[in-house]
């Protein structure tokens, strides 16, 4: 055979893999790649690549294998444990996740890639054949056992039987929950909801609900605009559920509302937080001298109150880290809420 086939990698990952990861780090350096801060890769797993490129924070669980011609992963990306990347080009953004047990490969061709926008989430059992490129945007979810193909053959083309080669690009904000079958040549737009155990063989528009098999669009316009007022609501509600789950993990916590502002006071280890929402800037607001978190839902400019950490749902943007913001943040990503980091 001309093209040998790259199968496990088994020899880098005996020789390499089972190196402690700053010694892994160390290697890879040295043979070229650039590696950001605290940059932590798993007991057996494996990076391959001949332009490689991985940002601050980023975490690869143990037996994972990461290969591809050129490498971008940017910071604080996850990959879970016994996930296997094999592909042409491979990019992915910052705050993307990749589970565990996820596949990503197929035959390669000039054009096979992969590019995960920031904060995409790829859940297990999810298998992506990248034979063509897949782009997939900003804030979408891969549900668990969700199958991506960019190309359908088998039978013989010169006896009629289709062939078909073609990219799969999937809009921001897009869901899929499990079990979702994309098939080549699917474009879909941005802010889409899929049902589960959906089958898309043809292009979705953007702001549309779609379910089937073959998926048919359920809902336009969707989702619906929410008021502000609502989105208080909301937000007030997740604050409370926050402040019940802290209690439910021993942490003590007060929550205080004075003029429409909330205050929730933490106290762990002898220490003192403070997250502070704030929905909108009509009332004069004197706040406590050490702002740990602050929440705000208006435009940044207007913000004069400072904080070690700014969490603002208007502009979807985070600065800064603590640990009371931190737990926060993630507490909201169940709800689909989640920021653009300025630092």
């Known amino acids: 055979m001309l093209i040998k086939k790259n199968k496990i990698p088994v020899a880098e990952m ?19 790649y650039k590696i950001g801060k605290n940059v932590s890769i798993g007991l057996g ?8 490129g ?9 037996i994972s294998v990461i290969r591809a011609r050129t490498i971008h992963i940017a910071r604080y990306v996850t990959i879970g444990s016994l996930t296997m990347i094999d592909t042409g080009d491979l990019s992915i953004d910052e705050d993307a996740r990749i589970n565990e047990n996820v596949i990503v490969g197929g035959t390669k ?21 990248t034979t063509m490129p897949i782009h997939i945007g900003d804030d979408s979810g891969i549900g668990g056992h969700c199958l991506l193909f960019t190309h359908g053959s088998w039978l013989n ?25 994309i098939m080549p040549g699917v474009t879909i737009g941005d802010e889409v909801v899929i049902g589960a155990n959906s089958l898309i063989s043809s292009n979705l528009p953007s702001n549309v609900m ?44 007060s929550l205080t509302i004075i003029d429409g502002v909330y205050t929730l006071e933490v106290i762990k280890n002898k220490k003192q937080m403070y997250l502070i929402y704030i929905h909108d800037l009509k ?26 950490m700014i969490l603002n ?9 603590t640990d009371l913001g931190e737990e926060f943040s993630k507490y909201l990503s169940r709800h689909g809420i989640r920021f653009d980091r300025l630092d």
């Open 283 to 308: 009332n004069e607001y004197a706040p406590p001298a050490h702002i740990d978190t602050l929440v705000v839902d208006y435009p940044s400019k207007s913000a004069d109150i400072k904080a070690r």
């Open 45 to 52: 797993s494996v990076i391959i690549g001949e332009n490689v």
């Open 109 to 129: 061709t000039p054009q096979s890639m992969l590019k995960i926008g920031k904060r995409v989430i790829i859940m297990e059992y999810a298998f992506i054949n």
């Open 313 to 321: 749902l208007h502009d979807k943007t985070r600065k800064g880290s």
């Open 157 to 181: 083309q010169l006896d009629g039987f289709p062939v078909t080669f073609a990219p799969i690009t999937i809009g921001k904000k897009v869901w899929l929950p499990w079990r979702v079958f």
């Open 210 to 253: 779609a379910a089937g098999t073959p998926a048919k669009i359920l809902k336009e316009n969707y989702p619906a605009k929410i008021t502000s007022d609502k989105r208080n609501d909301i937000l007030v509600s997740i604050i409370n559920e926050f402040a019940e789950y802290l209690n439910y993990n021993n942490i003590v916590n």
């Open 14 to 32: 005996v020789l390499i893999g089972f190196l402690p990861s700053f010694l892994k780090v160390l290697i890879y350096k040295f043979k070229g």
């Open 54 to 62: 991985i940002g601050d924070n980023t975490k690869i669980g143990f």
